[in-house]
Every structure is written in structure tokens, then in C-alpha cells.
């Protein structure tokens, strides 16, 4: 068995963002509001006034309700302090809706009103209960999926990701600003069942409303209806549960008449009639599957199951700008959507989901607080939420138990299922296709969940993911620094020094000593890259500052080193610049303090001449590299100026691509020494995995390393011109030995 260092969680943080006092002060009058806090930056999902922990997950700051005095323990005995369902009241055995409870008589109803109200509260607050001796808390909604949820296997299990997930879901309730949560999960880990339950927890307490259901495809979709939500729905004990039109199990619309809000202690000590009542008229359905299911219609709340396996023709991007608007008035956000899938392949709906999900970071918000796609992401590892390795107290069993460990049904669990994902990834190494299908299917990192098919690669992606892998492997080292370069003390055109920054644009694995830093050379005026011999960089420019939509492709750099006697690693991609900064001129000076401190040329496309102009202008042309594929007499009037190379031309592209394909087929992945390369930016190896040479201009990375590689092996792309030799005339004699005597040939 392989060994493993000690498995590190960083799902989730505690902070304090909040002073103590201030939480303290706000507690004792129960001033905290549940929602958006903006001047703490925090959202409150407390409903009782008073806020305890507060939690960060993946940027998202959560402040949970304070620890009451009393929590809920089933035992003193702290082994044996656990969730554990609660038997349903004997005396409602026969009791099915409001009705019959209504026939009972006063007394009987008086003695069970308590355990009514306390119900309602939990659904609503919530729930604290001792956990092995830990006070925990679960929201109304983790509550109602545990306590009254019936599932594929009876009961749900209690588990950690589960109360994660609810936490996270409650704050995008709460959160104003948020349509929702975009969800990046494993298989098998209960989203639809979850979903399905906040479903029904919902509509049952609301009036004119509608509840919608998409997944994969319209079957899928009817499928959870029908096999999930309306089974919830039935057994809701009558207390939560209306009254519905209609069939018991119907197949397209689950109707409800009657309000829960009339369920109340209060109402139910009003004899209502029947006929009295007012309808609820709250629906839950479902639509097939495309572009504009849900278009023109108001929701309270969207389920998006499956999302990330949307295939052509259909395009879950596409629908999710449609039926956003359904959930929203105006500028006001009145409904939600659960949105939760793994991914497909990039090619069958995978690419469109990831690029859903990034949109969905709650750290990248415009200035009305939303992010690009008004969601919020959320990845939970596998290691967090696999069967057969929750333990019965449903904590995650990371790393193997030094003491006997069981899951809820009382199987020991003798291994780690960090050990045992280990063992299912090397089983699979020789087959990357069935590899990448498990890391899709059981992801423990989001380069794991968007992994896609080798057959889909213009290169080598067998070796491009050995590489991600390892890198992965390597992610909580310090082998890059992201920073910024800066001029010393504001001055242009003198010394650059670099500043770690962990907000910073460029992230660096290497600098030269300070020797080789800033080493520039003067002749005949002009500065010329004094370090040309170690390296050179790439670039992908643009030349406009903003486009129409805010939006445009981001601008690349990248830095290669290629072999040299200087104290440099060999070989080796050492800086990376993805960023689109609010200026063109801010990206051409990052671009050109790079330059400067490095000391190393540039070869950047033509065709977007802005940057070269602008290192013109700056007295830096001799930094721009001239196309390696001509000699100077046959550039152009403006290639001779200013330097670069064409993107237009064929045989360029070609030789581009065969670049990169070069470079991956030796310095990249699992070497033949049993080492691995060097080449430690994802972002661009991802790139790789996914270029497409007639899409060129989606590729950021790919152009500007692809440059790069081109620049620091430019002797390969040398014209060989024809040279016409005329026979020498060595003015040698030549003879005649026909005869008895030589003779002189005359000319």
C-alpha cells in the first residue's frame, strides 16, 4: 500500500471576519438579520437573532446561529452522541391530513400541539444535536431531508458534506444577490435526492407558486418527479402536507390546495371547514429538456439535475440565461435555483457546464455584488462524500483508522479513502480514457471533475495529465508565486522588481539572480535584451481596452528558459500572464516590465500590433523578435519596424502547433528518466488539452507558449535559400595522352 502524508481538509474554514464584541453587543438585543450583512461582508442564515460560528466556504463568508444553552443529545454517553431519525408519533398513525385531525377530539389535540410546534420550529430555525460530543448544527432544510425525507434506501444518512451543502444552499437562500448555487459534485453523493426533498420543503409552505425540474433529458427529468419528489411529498406527515389535487402519484404536476401555513397550532384550533379554505395553488412540475424550458414563466425555485451532461443540440449555458429571468423581477431575485451535476466530456455538455460553473465564483463579483452568472459554485472532493468511508457519525474517514472505525450500518471501515482512490487511479494509468472517466465520475479536485477524453486532443493529453496530475500533487508547495512587477519607486524605464502578491496578475516559478536581473543593453540608443542566450517569451496581445459586452479575450504571456550555461533550470515555462486588465496600456507595461526584468526578447502575433508599437515607441524594439521564418530583406515595411510574426499564414499555424506538440513530447509529463517536467501552469496545460488550431483565437495560452517555444528554438525556422555556386577555375592544365606524347587541351 502506498504512503500517504496526513490528509488535510480545506473545504471549509472557521474565520472571524466580525469583531467579538460586536457579535456579542448585536446577540444580547438580537439584531442580526437573516440575510446579506454588508458591512460585515457576511450572509447570516441565523433566524433567531444571534450568530456563532462563522464559516468560510470557498470564499463565501456563513455565519451560523449561536450554540443554544440546551442541545439534543439520544445519549450522556459521548461514543454513542449521533443523528439518529426520530420514530414517527404512534398516535398519528392513522391521522392522514388536516381533516382527521380536525375529527379528534379537543384534549387529544392539546396533548400533541407541543410536538406540532416544535416541529415547525425545527423546519424553520433549524436543529442542534451533540455529534460525538460535538454540538452540531444542521438548517430546517438538512433537517426536513434526515427527519422526514424517504429515499431510495429508506432513511437518509446523516453526513459532514451534506451539512455543508445545506449551509452553503441556506446562505444562497438568504444572500439577495445570489439565483442560486452551481454545485460540482461526485456520483452517488445524494444531490437528487436533496434537491428533490428542498422541493417539496418548499412548496409546501408556499402559495401561488411554481416549482420547476430539468435534467439531462425530458425522461430523466419525469423520472425524478415521479421517483423522488412525489414519494416525498406522500409520506410528509399531515401536519406539513396539503392537501393535492389530483392523482396520489401523479406523472407531470403535483398540485397542492390547501396552505401549510393553515396547519399552524394556531389554525388547527379553528374549526375550519373544508370549503373554507383557500387553495394554495402551488405546482411542481417538470419540462423536457432544452434551450427554453421555463421561458416566460415565474419559479420560486429551478432544479437543474445534471446540468453538466447537457448535449448537443441543447446547451445548458443557453438555458440558464433563459430561465434566469424567470426568477427574477425587474432587478429583484424572487426565486432560486439548485443547480448540481458531474461532468460530461468537454465535447458532450462538459465544456459548457465548467464554464457555468466558473462564472459562478462568489470571490469574482461585479459591482452589483453578483457574480457573472448570478450563481454559486460549490465543489465538495469525493474524499468528503464516499459510500462505504462515512463514518457513523457521518464524518469522512480520510486516511486509514488507528482505532476501529464503523459506517451507520456497523461495517468496520479499515482503510482510508484517500488510500483507496490512490489504488483505483493506479489500476487505471494504462487506460487514460477509463482514468479520466473516474476522475469526472470522483473528482477530489476541479481539475479532476473537467477532465476530458484523450480522443478530443490535437496532443499528447496522456502526458499533458500526468503533469496536471503531478502539479496537483504538488499544489499546497510554494513552486509558483503570484505578484506583480513594479518600476523601482514608481520611475519608468529604470530597474523592475517583483512583489508577491497573492491577488497578483503574474505567477513566477523562477527569477535569475540579481546579476542577470534587469539586464538590458545599449546600442546606438536602443535597448536590447541583455539574457537573450537563456530564454524568451510569448505573447498573446489585444489592442482594445473594453468590448460592447465587457467581456473579450484576456491577454498571455508566457516565459521559457532553453539551455544555457547560467544558473537557470533548462527547459523550463517559469512566468505565466492570463488577465485582461481594465486598460490596454496596463497589460503592454506588465507586459514590458516582465520583459525588462527578465532581460529576455519577445515574440508576439502581428496582426494585434499595439503592444510592439507601444515597446517602439518606449525605445524597446530590440525586444521584439523579427518572424524567425525570414530573413530581413524579405520582411515587410512593418515587420521590419516593429517586429513579430503573422497568425494568417498555413504554415505558420503549423509550425505552432508542432511547436507545442514538440515541447509536450519531451518536457512534459512522466519523463523517460522517471521524473517529471517542469512545466507547473494548469491553466495552460488545460489549454493544450483543448486547442483546437481553427479556433485559435479562444486560446490564449496555447498562442503565447506555442510563441515562446518558437522564439527559444527559432534556428528551426531558418529559410535555407538556393545558393548557386559557379564550377571554381583553378586554372589547372589539362592533357591529352593519346600517342606516344602528352599534349596541353587548349581552352
Given at each position: 500500500m502506498r504512503m500517504i502524508?496526513?490528509?488535510?481538509?480545506?473545504?471549509?474554514?472557521?474565520?472571524?471576519?466580525?469583531?467579538?464584541?460586536?457579535?456579542?453587543?448585536?446577540?444580547?438585543?438580537?439584531?442580526w438579520e437573516y440575510g446579506y450583512n454588508k458591512e460585515n461582508d457576511i450572509v447570516v442564515i441565523s433566524k433567531t437573532g444571534m450568530i456563532g460560528e462563522i464559516l468560510e466556504i470557498q470564499g463565501f463568508q456563513i455565519a451560523l446561529p449561536k450554540e443554544p444553552k440546551e442541545v439534543y443529545s439520544c445519549s450522556k454517553n459521548k461514543s454513542e452522541q449521533k443523528w439518529k431519525q426520530f420514530p414517527p408519533n404512534p398516535d398519528f398513525k392513522r391521522i392522514k391530513t388536516v381533516f382527521d385531525w380536525q375529527d379528534y377530539p379537543d384534549d387529544?389535540?392539546?396533548?400533541?400541539?407541543?410536538?406540532?410546534?416544535?416541529?415547525?420550529?425545527?423546519?424553520?430555525?433549524?436543529?442542534?444535536?451533540?455529534?460525538?460530543?460535538?454540538?452540531?448544527?444542521?438548517?430546517?432544510?438538512?433537517?426536513?431531508?434526515?427527519?422526514?425525507?424517504?429515499?431510495?434506501?429508506?432513511?437518509?444518512?446523516?453526513?459532514?458534506?451534506?451539512?455543508?451543502?445545506?449551509?452553503?444552499?441556506e446562505a444562497c437562500k438568504a444572500d439577495k444577490r445570489s439565483y442560486g448555487m452551481c454545485y460540482l459534485k461526485n456520483r452517488r453523493s445524494g444531490f437528487s435526492f436533496m434537491s428533490s426533498a428542498e422541493t417539496v420543503h418548499q412548496a409546501t409552505l408556499a402559495s401561488d407558486s411554481r416549482f420547476g425540474i430539468l435534467s439531462k433529458t425530458g425522461a430523466d427529468a419525469k423520472k425524478m418527479f415521479?421517483?423522488?419528489?412525489?414519494?416525498?411529498?406522500?409520506?410528509?406527515?399531515?401536519?406539513?402536507?396539503?392537501?393535492?389535487?389530483?392523482?396520489?402519484?401523479?406523472?407531470?404536476?403535483?398540485?397542492?390546495?390547501?396552505?401549510?401555513?393553515?396547519?399552524?397550532?394556531?389554525?388547527?384550533?379553528?374549526?375550519?371547514?373544508?370549503?373554507?379554505?383557500?387553495?394554495?395553488?402551488?405546482?411542481?412540475?417538470w419540462k423536457n429538456t432544452g434551450d427554453n424550458s421555463y421561458d416566460g414563466e415565474k419559479l420560486s425555485l429551478l432544479v437543474h439535475d445534471e446540468s453538466g451532461k447537457w448535449e448537443r443540440p441543447d446547451n445548458i449555458k443557453n438555458n440558464w440565461r433563459v430561465t434566469k429571468t424567470c426568477l427574477r423581477l425587474g432587478s429583484r431575485i424572487i426565486g432560486k435555483c439548485m443547480m448540481g451535476s458531474t461532468s460530461n466530456a468537454l465535447d458532450k455538455g462538459g465544456d459548457n457546464f465548467k464554464n457555468l460553473y466558473y462564472d459562478s465564483d462568489v470571490t469574482k463579483r461585479n459591482r452589483n455584488g453578483q457574480t457573472k452568472s448570478g450563481l454559486y459554485s460549490l465543489f465538495i472532493p469525493m474524499e468528503w462524500n464516499y459510500e462505504g468511508f462515512i463514518d457513523e457519525y457521518g464524518q469522512p474517514v480520510f486516511n486509514t483508522p488507528k482505532t476501529r472505525t464503523f459506517d451507520p450500518s456497523g461495517v468496520e471501515i479499515d482503510y482510508g479513502v484517500v488510500d483507496h482512490w490512490d489504488n483505483e487511479v493506479d489500476g487505471l494509468k494504462s487506460d487514460q480514457d477509463a482514468l479520466n472517466e473516474f476522475y469526472r465520475q470522483f473528482p477530489r479536485t476541479e481539475e479532476h471533475a473537467f477532465r476530458d477524453e484523450t480522443k478530443n486532443s490535437l496532443f499528447n493529453l496522456v502526458k499533458i495529465y500526468e503533469q496536471i496530475d503531478y502539479n496537483e500533487g504538488n499544489r499546497n508547495s510554494s513552486v509558483l508565486t503570484p505578484g506583480n512587477f513594479q518600476w523601482s519607486n514608481g520611475v519608468k524605464d529604470t530597474q523592475v522588481t517583483f512583489n508577491p502578491n497573492p491577488n497578483g496578475r503574474f505567477k513566477i516559478s523562477w527569477v535569475p539572480n540579481s546579476r542577470l536581473q534587469n539586464n538590458v543593453i545599449i546600442k546606438n540608443g536602443s535597448k536590447y535584451p541583455g539574457n537573450e542566450h537563456m530564454g524568451a517569451f510569448g505573447c498573446d496581445s489585444y489592442d482594445i481596452s473594453g468590448t460592447?459586452?465587457?467581456?473579450?479575450?484576456?491577454?498571455?504571456?508566457?516565459?521559457l528558459t532553453k539551455f544555457s550555461m547560467e544558473d537557470a533550470p533548462a527547459n523550463t515555462f517559469f512566468l505565466e500572464y492570463i488577465a485582461r486588465p481594465q486598460t490596454a496600456e496596463i497589460f503592454f507595461e506588465d507586459i514590458l516590465m516582465a520583459l525588462v526584468f527578465y532581460g529576455m526578447p519577445l515574440?508576439?502575433?502581428?496582426?494585434?500590433?499595439?503592444?510592439?508599437?507601444?515597446?517602439?515607441?518606449?525605445?524597446y524594439r530590440g525586444f521584439s523578435m523579427n518572424r524567425p521564418d525570414k530573413i530581413w530583406n524579405k520582411l515587410s515595411v512593418a515587420e521590419k519596424e516593429v517586429g513579430g510574426i503573422p497568425n494568417s499564414s498555413e504554415d505558420i499555424k503549423q509550425a505552432h502547433a508542432a511547436a507545442i506538440e514538440m515541447y509536450i513530447n519531451d518536457h512534459v509529463g512522466l519523463l523517460e528518466d522517471g521524473t517529471y517536467g517542469t512545466m507547473y501552469f494548469n491553466e495552460a496545460l488545460n489549454d493544450w488539452a483543448r486547442f483546437d488550431i481553427n479556433k485559435r483565437t479562444?486560446?490564449?495560452?496555447?498562442?503565447?507558449?506555442?510563441?515562446?517555444?518558437?522564439?527559444?528554438?527559432?534556428?528551426?525556422?531558418?529559410?535555407?535559400p538556393k545558393i548557386e555556386r559557379k564550377p571554381l577555375d583553378l586554372n589547372i592544365s589539362k592533357y591529352s595522352n593519346k600517342g606516344f606524347q602528352s599534349t596541353i587541351i587548349k581552352r
Open positions: 502524508n496526513s490528509y488535510k481538509q480545506t473545504l471549509y474554514k472557521i474565520v472571524e471576519p466580525v469583531k467579538l464584541n460586536t457579535i456579542k453587543r448585536l446577540n444580547k438585543s438580537k439584531k387529544f389535540k392539546e396533548k400533541h400541539y407541543g410536538y406540532i410546534d416544535e416541529e415547525f420550529r425545527r423546519r424553520e430555525e433549524g436543529f442542534w444535536f451533540m455529534n460525538n460530543g460535538k454540538p452540531t448544527y444542521i438548517t430546517g432544510t438538512h433537517y426536513m431531508y434526515l427527519q422526514w425525507s424517504k429515499i431510495d434506501v429508506g432513511a437518509p444518512d446523516y453526513r459532514e458534506a451534506n451539512r455543508l451543502f445545506f449551509i452553503f444552499w415521479t421517483d423522488k419528489v412525489v414519494p416525498i411529498s406522500i409520506n410528509y406527515p399531515f401536519f406539513f402536507k396539503p392537501i393535492q389535487d389530483g392523482m396520489d402519484r401523479p406523472k407531470s404536476e403535483l398540485a397542492y390546495r390547501v396552505p401549510a401555513k393553515k396547519f399552524t397550532r394556531r389554525k388547527m384550533r379553528e374549526r375550519e371547514e373544508q370549503d373554507d379554505m383557500e387553495g394554495l395553488d402551488t405546482t411542481i412540475d460592447v459586452d465587457g467581456t473579450g479575450s484576456k491577454g498571455a504571456l508566457h516565459g515574440l508576439a502575433e502581428n496582426n494585434k500590433p499595439r503592444l510592439l508599437y507601444y515597446l517602439r515607441r518606449r525605445g479562444k486560446h490564449d495560452a496555447s498562442i503565447s507558449t506555442g510563441l515562446a517555444i518558437m522564439a527559444c528554438n527559432r534556428h528551426l525556422y531558418r529559410p535555407n
